[in-house]
């Protein structure tokens, strides 16, 4: 069975193969950290933004990429690679060459249809790449295109507009653009061995070779990575896309401690006089203990035992804000900012009001956030259960924290 044959009998021949060039240097865009398909924009570099959306387009199957022979480290560093999927040829000196040289890898795959896209355009989206697909006929590309926009100047050698230039009926080309595979390849065979170069896009070799380019709608959004300027505003675009899913955690905590004979309880880092104290291996803070669970939660820390284990001798008698001010340390050494906390005391006495200022102003403190960040919430349990009898206090807090980065897709 041929490479071909096994491709139809698993259906793989459906599956539209992908060419990314990137073994240009980037000479125009001029960095100095390597050529602009490893650049960083958003939270990975370009390349591996282009591969993720034709690696998820639910059409496409192998992807052959053309990089440069000193690249292999970038690439590795750039993307981590799904072998089976996605292969890795040598490009050359020019884009056509490595056009040439990715489709010659894909001889063995012998797919019916391919797209040739550039991996400096990270801005391709499903669509896109969609209805290039349904243009591709058995004898016919398919280029995305743009009307040109601007009016057109021809310059003169000495710098002044020699002429203007009808728009009417130009488009600028984009990638991908698609082809029925071996058409494509045998042109671009044919013009390697006539030793023609100078192609710059593939639908320019198909026309020469006679196959007819059928254009479809090109994307605004699908910019080609040319200047520093274009990386930078691609790094600003993803940046405030990343805005808008930000990384806003929230955590719940819950704590309860029994009376026993005492004189004062202490809650929200405040001593009220009162005719029981709250019993516990510190000093039983119910509000703040509740509030250092809701903050850990936040961060996926463990719980309060995790931290200070009742069984460890230094804790007896703590004050409890060491509590909340370490978790509130461990949230803000991973990124986080904590953005509000809010705790519902549950006593039938005694009365909070009185004392809720004192306790936003210690939680304020504590956590370093103005006191209109903090709510500070007191219920009695209508006289049911362990609360309604006395016999103890319960509290519930919730804090939200908001970390660097965005929500995981
Ligand atoms: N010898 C080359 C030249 C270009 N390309 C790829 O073709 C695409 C479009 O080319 P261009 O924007 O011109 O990239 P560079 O050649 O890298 O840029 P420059 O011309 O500024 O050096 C890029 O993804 C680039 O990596 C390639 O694979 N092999
Ligand atoms: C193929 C292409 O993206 C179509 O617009 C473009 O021609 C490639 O860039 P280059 O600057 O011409 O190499």
């Not at 001889?107 to 801005?123: K, N, T, W």
């Amino acid at each position: 069975m041929t490479d071909a044959s096994e491709n139809h009998a698993s259906g793989a021949g459906d599956k539209v193969a992908v060419v990314i060039v990137a073994a240009g240097r980037g000479a125009r865009a001029g960095q100095e950290n390597g050529p602009k398909q490893y650049q960083g924009i958003g939270s990975q570099a370009v390349i591996a933004h282009t591969l993720e959306i034709f690696l998820a387009h639910p059409r496409t199957g192998k992807v052959v990429v053309a990089i440069h022979a000193d690249d292999h480290d970038l690439f590795q560093q750039a993307v981590g690679v799904n072998a089976e999927r996605v292969s890795v040829v040598i490009g050359g000196a020019t884009r056509q060459a490595s056009v040439r040289l990715g489709l010659l890898a894909l001889r063995s795959h012998a797919p019916m249809r391919v797209l040739i896209h550039d991996a400096v355009r990270p801005f391709v989206d499903a669509d896109l790449i969609e209805r290039t697909i349904a243009a591709i006929g058995e004898r016919e590309g398919a280029l995305p295109a743009l009307p040109v926009a601007d009016t057109l100047k021809r310059e003169s050698a000495t710098g002044v507009v020699e002429e203007t230039v009808s728009r009417s009926g130009l488009h600028a080309a984009q990638t991908p653009q698609g082809f029925p595979f071996w058409p494509i390849l045998a042109a671009h065979e044919k013009a390697h061995q006539l030793g023609k170069g100078d192609f710059t896009d593939d639908a320019a070799i198909a026309e020469w070779a006679h196959i007819p380019v059928k254009i479809v709608p090109g994307s605004p959004d699908n910019v080609k990575l040319t200047w520093a300027r274009d990386i930078a505003m691609a790094h600003h675009r993803l940046s405030s896309e990343r805005a808008r899913f930000p990384d806003i955690r929230t955590g719940n905590g819950y704590d309860v401690h029994a009376f026993e004979p005492g004189d004062h309880v202490t809650l929200c880092g405040v001593a009220i006089p009162h005719g029981k104290k709250l019993s516990g291996h510190s000093d039983a803070d119910v509000g703040l203990h509740a509030l250092t669970d809701a903050l850990l939660a936040t961060c996926g820390a463990g719980d309060i035992g995790t931290h200070f284990p009742p069984s460890d001798p230094q804790w007896k008698g703590a004050a409890s804000r060491i509590f909340v001010e370490h978790a509130a340390k461990l949230v803000r050494a991973r990124g986080g900012r904590i953005a509000n906390a809010d705790i519902t005391l549950i006593c039938e006495a005694p009365r909070v009001g009185p004392h809720r200022e004192a306790m936003t102003a210690a939680l304020s403190q504590m956590l370093g956030i103005s006191a209109d960040r903090i709510s500070i919430k007191a219920t009695t349990n209508e006289k049911l259960g362990f609360v309604g009898r006395e016999e103890g206090i319960a509290a519930i807090a919730t804090a939200s924290v908001v970390f660097p980065g965005e929500v995981p897709e």
